[in-house]
């Protein structure tokens, strides 16, 4: 009985060690990329629990975000901009992590989290870096050039003409 007990603790001591090892990187990758073409890119929030891995954490903007609010700001960024396109530039990734270097496009037709929705054309560019955990997202930490983002948004400057004397 001892020895069946060694046995199967050493059996599962080696399945816990060796399960990142057989980790598919291109289908990580492929996960990954569902985030921005499906869910940001065509605001398809359905099948999350494909996509998420449980206790799945956002960092990001100076906090963590759940999956409920990291869906919220993708709900909220949709609505700012309906017609948003995600171009993906480039991808690595190994057996745990993925990143991403990606470009949304799109017109700021609606007041909505703090974008004025003036229908200017805009262009954001940005970072995400995931890390998985049995085929799914656990975590997420995104870098967004919002500066560029924030000076493509403000209105031209007033055009001051000279009053004849």
């Given at each position: 009985m001892r020895y069946a007990t060694i046995v199967l603790s050493a059996l599962a001591a080696v399945a816990c060690a060796t399960a990142g090892a057989h980790a598919d990187p291109s289908a990580n990758v492929k996960t990954a990329l569902r985030v921005f073409l499906e869910k940001m890119g065509e605001g398809r929030f359905d099948k999350l629990d494909e996509i998420y891995g449980p206790g799945f954490v956002a960092h990001g903007a100076g906090r963590d975000y759940t999956l409920e609010e990291d869906n919220a700001s993708g709900k909220q960024w949709r609505a700012a901009y309906p017609d948003l396109k995600v171009y993906i530039l480039r991808t690595v990734g190994d057996d745990s992590h993925v990143a991403v270097h990606w470009q949304a496009?799109?017109?700021?037709?609606?007041?909505?989290?703090?974008?004025?929705?003036?229908?200017?054309?805009?262009?954001?560019?940005g970072m995400t870096f995931f890390r998985?955990?049995?085929?799914?997202?656990?975590?997420?930490w995104s870098m967004l050039d919002m500066e560029n983002l924030r000076d493509q948004l403000k209105p031209p400057p007033a055009i001051e003409v000279e009053k004849p004397k």
């Open positions: 496009k799109g017109t700021n037709t609606a007041a909505v989290a703090g974008f004025p929705g003036k229908g200017a054309k805009a262009t954001l560019e998985f955990e049995g085929g799914r997202i656990v975590e997420e």
